[in-house]
């Protein structure tokens, strides 16, 4: 699973943001960030915690990478 989480994440455009998450491959989750700045809603961050736990506890791979430069 890839999330791209985009700079700005709030109700109003939510379904861009869940459309966006590449859901095909299910044994690790890869969180990509932008590395300047993030604003998102609480429940987003609820979210990619609940998603994070999950493949937590069910030992998946996560690989957070912040490096990439995103514009979204």
């Known amino acids: 699973m890839k999330i791209i989480v985009p700079n700005s994440a709030f109700l109003g455009n939510i379904d861009t943001f869940l459309k966006s ?25 609820t979210m990619l915690a609940s998603i994070g736990a999950y493949m937590q506890l069910n030992n998946y791979e996560i690989k957070i990478n912040e490096n990439l430069r995103l514009c979204i």
């Open 21 to 45: 998450m590449d859901t095909t491959q299910e044994d690790f989750l890869e969180v990509v960030f932008n590395e300047h700045w993030n604003s998102l809603h609480p429940v987003v961050l």
